[in-house]
C-alpha cells in the first residue's frame, strides 16, 4: 500500500500563488505516474495535472496550462503543484493520485493511490 498526505492547501486572494505538496509513504516503489485532481462542491472530481516517473512528460488541464507546474522529486517521494495567478474557479479540494501505469493518465481510473485532500480556497 502507498499512503499519500497533501499539504500546501490555504485561504489565498485572486492573482495569488500557493504551493501543493504530496508526500508518499509505504510501497513508494509500486507508483510511476503522479497526478493531481480537484472537486468543486457539487461538481464531479477534475483532472488538473499528471506526470510521469522521470519527470520528462506533464500533462495540464487547459484550464490551468500556464498557469500551475506540476513537479516530482523521487528522491523525497514527493510530488507538487506550483499554483500561479489562482482565480475563484479554482477553489477546490484538492487531491494528489498515484499509479502503477507509466503513461500519466487524465483520468481518475488511471491511479491506484489517494491522498485524502487538501483545501484550496481562492477570494475574489
Known amino acids: 500500500q502507498v499512503q499519500l498526505v497533501e499539504s500546501g492547501g490555504g485561504l489565498v486572494q485572486a492573482g495569488g500563488s500557493l504551493r501543493l505538496s504530496c508526500a508518499a509513504s509505504?510501497?513508494?516503489?509500486?507508483?510511476?505516474?503522479m497526478g493531481w485532481f480537484r472537486q468543486a462542491p457539487g461538481k464531479e472530481r477534475e483532472f488538473v495535472a499528471t506526470i510521469t516517473w522521470s519527470g520528462s512528460s506533464t500533462y495540464y488541464a487547459d484550464s490551468v496550462k500556464g498557469r500551475f507546474t506540476i513537479s516530482r522529486d523521487n528522491a523525497k517521494n514527493a510530488v507538487y503543484l506550483q499554483m500561479n495567478s489562482l482565480k475563484p474557479e479554482d477553489t477546490a479540494v484538492y487531491y494528489c493520485a498515484a499509479g502503477w501505469g507509466y503513461s500519466a493518465s487524465r483520468s481518475p481510473n488511471g491511479y491506484n493511490y489517494w491522498g485524502q485532500g487538501t483545501q484550496v480556497t481562492v477570494s475574489s
Open positions: 509505504g510501497r513508494t516503489g509500486s507508483y510511476n505516474s
